[in-house]
């Protein structure tokens, strides 16, 4: 019996390993840019990342119709919203690459702006009941790490910083 749980044990970390592998090949997709990507994003410090158009798509409501929607069939260079930092541009890309699993910003000041930025991105979403919206993942994610590192020394900061937000980020609020 203790064989068989090892086994299934070892089986089920091999799995997660696989599945980590798995989420870091994805997030590799974007980066600099380079000729396999079909579609580039020019940040608001000038740097250029590229990613793919099609995993983007399918991965968020939002990039598909930015993308893929109407007139933007052609659209290779994207410039993405202007009040976010490059750095949470290029962590929500990586995000969203990753299909909303990548590892979280290491900084609060990031997570926070990642928090908006998703939150933006998903409330433009719409939840049209199509595929899965990684924006939203990103967004729980989120919303959880920062719910559980709230203390009395930085509530304050990720108050000031929610609050022009949006009115998603409200549950914070009421923790």
Same mark, same amino acid.
């Given at each position: 019996? $203790?064989?068989?749980?090892?086994?299934?044990?070892?089986?089920?970390?091999?799995?997660?390993?696989? =599945?980590?592998?798995? *989420?870091? !090949?994805?997030?590799? =997709?974007?980066?600099?840019?380079?000729?396999? %990507?079909? *579609?580039?994003?020019? #940040?608001?410090?000038?740097?250029?990342?590229?990613?793919?158009?099609?995993?983007?798509? +399918?991965?968020?409501?939002?990039?598909?119709?930015?993308?893929?929607?109407?007139?933007?069939?052609?659209?290779?260079?994207? /410039?993405?919203?202007?009040? @976010?930092?490059?750095?949470? +541009?290029?962590?929500?890309?990586? %995000? !969203? +690459?990753?299909?909303? +699993?990548?590892?979280?910003?290491?900084?609060?000041?990031?997570?926070?702006? =990642?928090? &908006? !930025?998703?939150?933006?991105?998903?409330? *433009?979403?719409?939840? /049209?009941?199509?595929?899965?919206?990684? $924006?939203?993942? *990103? @967004?729980?994610? &989120?919303?959880?790490?920062?719910?559980?590192? #709230?203390?009395?020394?930085?509530?304050?900061?990720? =108050?000031?910083?929610?609050?022009?937000?949006?009115?998603?980020?409200?549950? #914070?609020?009421?923790?």
């Amino acid at each position: 019996l $203790a064989t068989g749980m090892q086994l299934e044990n070892s089986a089920l970390r091999t799995e997660r390993d696989a =599945l980590a592998e798995g *989420v870091e !090949l994805l997030a590799s =997709l974007t980066g600099p840019v380079a000729t396999g %990507h079909a *579609v580039v994003f020019r #940040l608001p410090c000038g740097e250029q990342i590229g990613g793919s158009r099609l995993l983007l798509a +399918h991965v968020s409501p939002y990039y598909e119709r930015l993308l893929l929607g109407g007139m933007a069939e052609g659209t290779s260079d994207v /410039d993405p919203d202007p009040d @976010f930092s490059s750095a949470v +541009h290029i962590a929500l890309l990586g %995000h !969203l +690459h990753a299909l909303g +699993h990548a590892a979280l910003p290491a900084f609060l000041d990031v997570w926070l702006e =990642l928090l &908006c !930025l998703a939150a933006k991105v998903r409330s *433009v979403s719409g939840g /049209d009941g199509g595929g899965a919206d990684a $924006a939203a993942i *990103v @967004f729980e994610r &989120c919303e959880r790490a920062l719910t559980n590192s #709230l203390c009395a020394g930085n509530c304050l900061t990720v =108050l000031l910083r929610l609050k022009p937000c949006t009115a998603d980020v409200s549950r #914070l609020v009421d923790a």
